[in-house]
C-alpha cells in the first residue's frame, strides 16, 4: 500500500456519480468508514468523510465534503454499499448528519429519546440524558 492517500473534495451533489465512479471505475469495491469531523469555528461546520479500499490495487482513498450546521445532510450511499446503512446510522447518532436516502436512521450506539451528538465539540458531556424503562427480553 502507498503511503499516500489521494483525497477528493467534493460538493454534496456530486457525491453519489463521484463514488459510482470510483467504485465501478476505479474498482473501489469497499466502504471502509464514514464519519464526521465538527469543527464548531467555521462555515461550513462539519466535514462528512468517507474512506474505500480497493481490493484489486490495494489502494484506499478518501472523500471529503463540507455541510453547514443549518443543514447537515448528504446523500446516502446505501445504493452503492448496503454496508453504508449502519455506517450512517452511526455517524448521525454521534454527528446529527442526515444522510438523504437511508430509510433508517434509528440510534444504533444511543438509544430512542438521547438528547443530542456526543461528538460535537459543543455537546455538554455533564449533560443528564432522560432515563428510559429497562425492556425486558
Not at 471529503?64 to 449502519?86: H, I, K, M
Request: proline share 8%; hydrophobic share 35%; glycine share 6%.
Amino acid at each position: 500500500m502507498k503511503p499516500d492517500m489521494p483525497v477528493f473534495e467534493i460538493e454534496p451533489p456530486q457525491l453519489l456519480e463521484t463514488v459510482r465512479q470510483l467504485r465501478d471505475e476505479q474498482g473501489f469495491d469497499m466502504l471502509l468508514d464514514v464519519t464526521a469531523v465538527d469543527w464548531p469555528e467555521r462555515t461550513p461546520r462539519f466535514d462528512v468523510v468517507w474512506h474505500f479500499w480497493s481490493s484489486r490495487s490495494l489502494e484506499r482513498v478518501r472523500v471529503r465534503t463540507c455541510v453547514a450546521e443549518s443543514d447537515p445532510s448528504v446523500p446516502s450511499l446505501v445504493t452503492l454499499y448496503g454496508s453504508a446503512g449502519f455506517m450512517e446510522r452511526e455517524c448521525h447518532d454521534m454527528f446529527g448528519i442526515v444522510f438523504a436516502g437511508n430509510a433508517d436512521l434509528r440510534p444504533i450506539l444511543l438509544y430512542e429519546g438521547f438528547v443530542g451528538h456526543p461528538l460535537r465539540k459543543d455537546y455538554d458531556k455533564r449533560h443528564e440524558q432522560p432515563l428510559v424503562r429497562y425492556r425486558e427480553g
